[in-house]
């Protein structure tokens, strides 16, 4: 669907491109043709110029696209720059127009007693040229800023979008790296189990559960063992007890 709109508004676009110059082309030559006897103004000969470079140029764009898709002649990175520069001297045309228009009809209407009948015809003709200009101006200056927007928006998203055809180029959709998802599903998966037994080591040290009191040492105290004899299958645990007194010994 939003490829179908881009390219309908490529072909609206052109095509007011390709009709107002045929228009400006026509005025222009006949308001040369009235003072060119006299005088030839500078802003008749750019109109005439510029309108016949749009001739020239736009048509191809157009016809090309329509009829042999993948042309390099309508690729992205040609057609954006050309009709980038058309927009530009049509807008240097209304430009001076309007200088002009300042200069010539400052204090005057086009409708006005104190022009005759040719002069009226020039200042309707010199109008419609004005506006024109302006209108052709927007309408190529728009649809070239959008589509460099449009490119920069498919060109982050990995699509190719400079050097193939305007009207097919896809803007708007993700492009699907193989080898980022191969290596995103070569990734360990977290399973939810979480560790129940804590070894207590940190960075070498061992913890033993104990939290150190502050200020005061705990005595260690020594246990007492009592001993006591005990024989176990007629051993004697402990050596006997010998007296102070002499030893006695048997007679014979």
């Known amino acids: 669907m939003i490829w179908s709109i881009i390219s309908i508004a490529?072909?609206?676009?052109?095509?007011?491109?390709?009709?107002?110059s045929f228009v400006t082309i026509a005025l222009a030559g006949h308001m040369y043709s009235v003072t060119g006897a006299v005088i030839v103004y500078d802003f008749e000969n750019l109109a005439i110029a510029i309108a016949v470079l749009t001739i020239i140029s736009a048509p191809v764009f157009l016809v090309v696209g329509l009829l042999r898709k993948g042309s390099w002649f309508t690729m992205n990175v040609v057609e954006v720059p050309v009709l980038?520069?058309?927009?530009?001297?049509?807008?240097?045309n209304g430009i001076l127009?309007?200088?002009?228009?300042?200069?010539?009809?400052?204090?005057?209407?086009?409708?006005?007693n104190r022009l005759s009948a040719i002069g009226q015809t020039f200042c309707r003709e010199f109008k419609a040229v004005e506006a024109f200009s302006f209108i052709t101006w927007?309408?190529?200056?728009?649809?070239?800023?959008?589509?460099?927007?449009?490119?920069?928006?498919?060109?982050?998203r990995g699509n190719n979008v400079w050097l193939v055809d305007a009207s097919a180029a896809d803007y708007f959709t993700w492009?699907?790296?193989?080898?980022?998802?191969?290596?995103?599903?070569?990734?360990?998966?977290?399973?939810?189990?979480?560790?129940?037994?804590?070894?207590?080591?940190?960075?070498?040290?061992?913890?033993?559960?104990?939290?150190?009191?502050?200020g005061y040492v705990q005595p260690v105290v020594q246990p007492q063992f009592q001993q006591s004899q005990a024989s176990v299958q007629g051993q004697t645990l402990y050596p006997p007890q010998h007296s102070s007194s002499p030893p006695v010994h048997a007679q014979v």
């Open 175 to 214: 492009k699907k790296n193989p080898q980022r998802d191969a290596s995103f599903m070569s990734q360990p998966q977290y399973t939810g189990t979480i560790p129940t037994q804590f070894t207590g080591q940190t960075m070498g040290t061992q913890y033993t559960g104990q939290q150190p009191q502050m």
């Open 138 to 156: 927007i309408a190529l200056f728009g649809y070239a800023a959008a589509t460099i927007v449009f490119c920069l928006i498919g060109k982050s």
């Open 97 to 112: 127009y309007t200088e002009w228009d300042s200069i010539l009809y400052a204090t005057l209407q086009c409708n006005s």
């Open 10 to 20: 490529r072909i609206v676009v052109l095509g007011i491109a390709i009709l107002f």
């Open 84 to 92: 980038g520069f058309l927009s530009i001297i049509w807008l240097a």
